[in-house]
């Protein structure tokens, strides 16, 4: 049997044991907490007696936490050499999960940085493009001209049909009045 389930054994023992001395003890401190209860001093006697009874209770107080501690000092101890062997190792894994998250922030931030470089630029090359078509806008109107499009002419309304014009070195078609005479 090993020195640990050895202590084991023993503490379990001494958990039963504090069981039955804790109900052993129930009723004795159910009759000291109606007697406090019931107590009223009106004479010098009663306050002798209030003070033995004061005492009792006290006694019984630090019987009853002494039997608790020699139970929970040991599993205390027990939970203390299980943190400290489970410790280092938590430790090295939050180092490591600082690192990870050191590494993801970085990545982040530099997303983010490119992204907003990518914004400027197309943010700069638009305004570049607003500028260089409000100056032409400002040269046109300036020239009597404007951006607007016109409508064509045969769309008008008020355009008429004129007839085709010839060409003067166009010469007028011959037309013979017997067939097959040459030209």
């Given amino acids: ?24 003890e129930e009723t004795k401190i159910v009759a000291l907490v109606s007697t406090a209860e019931a107590l009223t001093i009106k004479t010098t006697e009663e306050l002798g007696a209030s003070t033995d009874l004061l005492q009792t209770v006290k006694s019984r107080q630090k019987a009853l936490t002494d039997m608790r501690l020699s139970i929970t000092r040991p599993m205390d101890a027990a939970k203390k050499r299980v943190m400290e062997l489970f410790q280092p190792a938590v430790d090295r ?80 078609p011959f037309i013979s009045a017997r067939p097959g005479t040459p030209r």
């Fill in 1 to 24: 049997m090993t020195t640990e389930k050895k202590a084991r054994d023993v503490q379990y023992g001494a958990v039963l044991l504090a069981t039955e001395a804790v109900k052993d």
């Fill in 93 to 172: 894994l939050a180092t490591a999960e600082q690192t990870i998250k050191t590494a993801v922030l970085a990545y982040t931030q530099e997303q983010v940085r490119l992204q907003r470089e990518a914004q400027d630029r197309l943010d700069a090359e638009a305004e570049r493009e607003r500028v260089r078509l409000a100056t032409l806008a400002e040269k046109q109107r300036v020239a009597g001209r404007t951006t607007a499009p016109r409508r064509p002419r045969s769309a008008s309304p008020s355009c008429r049909l004129r007839p085709l014009r010839r060409r003067r070195h166009q010469p007028e």
